[in-house]
């Protein structure tokens, strides 16, 4: 452990004093370390690492990685092509998103714009391969919010979508907002809000919108506002269609992409952030299904499901599972109507799928 940490300060302190070649950096021996540390003292001391040392390190955002080495990073006002230093592809060579939209950088604007430091991540947007492996890929880092977008109707309101969407927002440390679009379509708002009211009870923040009546926009504008956001949801649900609607101008690629292959033309499908002009980002993420759960979250599905955790204290088992235990809280409160029968099977169904 001690060692571990000995090495990291090592490698950091050696990032600023960067024309020392850093290979290999994780095989070194402690005495190898001391060594280099000798000659790396010997380099000041010499004052050839003088030019190198005059980093002029701005912090910015990165906006769309290009190639695993290139990325658009905001810096202040300004967009700016940057490059990935070697060291990083060395520190961090078995995970593919060594850098994501998403991330802040130090970048050192004072030579050819190459990223000096990755700030950590508060939290990553992810899905999972759907091989057997179910290898994580990043989509984007340092989200605010995920807005779960279903709409009443065309197509039918999706509750178990949601869920399974909440799961994988907390999972993440993402917040999840719920909007349930095209209310224009519903004969009573009430027996929508109905529905709505079981994830407003639990603290969730629900929204109603209407593109054709202009509804539930400029409630949705001020959620959205300074924070990052990604939409997700069903296909035709409306997700575009609201985007469009809270900034028309906004160059979304989410719409264009079947077109663009059916013609042959090469695009993209890694994910950016788009600056919304009213403050904070979108991520927009062309082609890309933009949640999944992993099969080892299965266990934590229990803590984090809509509504269980406050029932389950009749629950026998401490790491109940509310499926096949006796003496459950969960399937107590089913039975007496004060937990809804179609939120647990939906729960047992994210279950399953596990
Ligand atoms: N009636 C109604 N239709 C809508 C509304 N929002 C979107 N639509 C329609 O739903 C369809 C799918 O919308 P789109 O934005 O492409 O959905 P996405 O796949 O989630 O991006 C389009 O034909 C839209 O015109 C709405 O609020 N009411
Ligand atoms: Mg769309
Ligand atoms: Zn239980």
Known sequence: ??????????????????????????????????????????????????NKRNLKLERGRILEVRSNYKCLV??????????????????????????????????????????EEIIDRTNTLSRFSDN?????????SNIDQ??????????QLNLGLIDRYICAAKISNI?????????????????IKQTGSFYEKLGFQVIYTSIKKGEGITELKELLKDKDSVFSGH???????????LQPDLKLRTAEISDYHRKGIHTTTRSRLLEWDFGGYLVDTPGIKTFGLHRNDKEKIPGIFPGLSV????????????????????????????YPVERYESYLRILESL
């Open 1 to 50: 452990m001690n060692k571990k940490r000995e090495k990291k300060k090592f490698k950091r302190k050696n990032i600023k004093i960067s024309n020392i070649e850093l290979t290999d950096i994780d095989h070194f021996t402690d005495d190898e370390i001391s060594e280099e540390k000798r000659a790396e003292k010997k380099l000041i001391e010499k004052g050839k690492t003088s």
């Open 146 to 155: 995920v807005i779960i977008t279903s709409s009443y109707k065309d197509p």
């Open 311 to 338: 029932l389950t204290g009749e629950c026998k088992f401490f790491n109940c599972t509310h499926s096949h235990e006796m003496e459950c809280g969960i399937k107590k409160a089913v039975e007496n109507g004060s």
């Open 235 to 245: 296909s035709g649900a409306g997700k575009s269609s609201l985007i469009n609607k």
């Open 175 to 191: 917040t999840p907002v719920i909007c349930i679009n095209k209310i224009d379509l519903a004969e009573s708002l009430k027996e």
């Open 132 to 140: 057997d492996f179910q290898i994580e890929i990043i989509i984007a």
């Open 74 to 115: 905001k810096i202040g006002d300004k967009e700016l092509f940057c490059t990935l230093g070697g060291r990083f592809k060395q520190v961090n060579f078995e995970t593919k998103s060594i850098i994501t939209a998403g991330d802040y950088v130090n970048v050192d604007v004072s030579g050819d714009s190459r990223i």
